[in-house]
């Protein structure tokens, strides 16, 4: 069965066979165009309430990137799930500790995934400015790859 995008009534060839599963937004089907594919990015921490949803936050805007987050405990408000990491593109975690939780609980997931280590510490408030400049810094690297 054929998958539409959410924001108009036709296939889109280029976003059904990136995703033949989900749905797309506006941002996210407008960003595939003649540039190629939209580059997806999920950021990792424990509980998915300050260092994760602020790195969603601040790479939401940068063009051809769809951010999400999500986290490793069992009381995350996102919790990390076999869906989310088939989705990503890319996989930023904020500790080492995350990196091996994931590898442990998720291993068959990970098959050909990029799992970079961020090394931020769990010491920041959401939206913390030193946080948000952190990121600003460790993360763009990688999104040009």
């Given at each position: 069965m054929p998958t539409f995008c959410a924001h108009v009534e036709q296939?889109?060839?280029?976003?059904?066979?990136?995703?033949?599963?989900?749905w797309l937004s506006r941002a996210a089907c407008a960003g595939r165009g003649d540039r190629g594919f939209v580059k997806h990015v999920l950021f990792i921490c424990s509980q998915n309430r300050l260092r994760s949803p602020t790195a969603e936050q601040v790479f939401a805007?940068?063009?051809?990137?769809?951010?999400?987050?999500?986290?490793?405990?069992?009381?995350a408000d996102t919790p990390v799930t076999p869906e989310v990491l088939a989705w990503a593109d890319l996989i930023f975690v904020m500790e080492k500790t995350h990196r091996d939780k994931l590898s442990k609980r998720f291993k068959p997931y990970l098959s050909g995934k990029r799992v970079v280590c961020l090394n931020i510490p769990d010491d920041f408030e959401f939206m913390d400015p030193d946080l948000v400049s952190l990121l600003q810094t460790r993360v763009p690297p990688f999104l040009r790859r």
């Open positions: 296939e889109h060839d280029l976003c059904v066979e990136r995703e033949p599963r989900l805007s940068y063009e051809g990137i769809e951010a999400a987050s999500a986290g490793l405990n069992n009381d």
